[in-house]
């Protein structure tokens, strides 16, 4: 191939390689409002729990005299809720160990957890951080699995996958919205802290 086609190609699949990467911050920027509306809000609108009625389960997968014991459906929810950040972070950045990965999905979830008490919604629970942050390594395990299956074309693959995904969650949960069904969870105070006036 003479030299200028070269450059001319090689031009190409960098120019497709940044479009492919600007669709998928994309995507993953819209999975991240979805997981903060679902996670945060429970797909009701935002909204700022009362003053001083916080729920914190400091103690994971416990149950004690103020809270039930996780339920196995919750917890399933919440790991496939964070498959998708997985996928996503380890298409963004291949580059990364699996602890930096693991530190991003435990402060995402963390912070996410923090929200929920800052704003008094929900429950802020220790289980949720655990739980996600292996759902988001079950995103990343998956992702190398399918780069051992399909080697250069995984990437492709799972950027198909996420926005098929994507577009489905996002669909699903503005019908949910629209929808009389609703979720809601009653914000509790937590013993030992007083209501403010």
Not at 74 to 85: K, Q
Not at 139 to 149: A, D, E, K, P, V
């Amino acid at each position: 191939m003479p030299v200028a086609q070269h450059e001319t190609a090689t031009a190409a699949e960098h120019r497709s390689a940044k479009r492919a990467r600007a669709w998928l911050v994309a995507l993953f920027s819209v999975y991240l409002v979805l997981l903060a509306w679902i996670v945060l809000w429970k797909l009701e609108l935002p909204h700022v729990g009362v003053a001083g009625v916080r729920q914190v389960k400091p103690l994971p997968f416990v149950a004690d005299a103020d809270f039930g014991a996780n339920e196995p459906l919750e917890i399933a929810v919440n790991i496939v809720l964070f498959i998708p950040f997985g996928l996503y972070l380890g298409l963004i950045a291949p580059s990364w160990s699996w602890r930096r990965a693991v530190w991003v999905l435990a402060g995402a979830s963390l912070a996410l957890e923090t929200v929920q008490y800052l704003l008094a919604i929900g429950v802020s629970d220790t289980t949720d951080v655990i739980v996600n942050t292996a759902g988001g390594l079950a995103g990343l395990w998956l992702l190398s699995r399918t780069r051992r299956r399909f080697g250069a074309e995984a990437p492709d693959v799972m950027i198909r996958v996420c926005a098929v995904g994507t577009g489905l969650a996002l669909v699903t949960s503005t019908l949910f919205f629209l929808s009389p069904l609703h979720y809601s969870q009653p914000d509790v105070v937590v013993v030992g802290l007083e209501s403010a006036p």
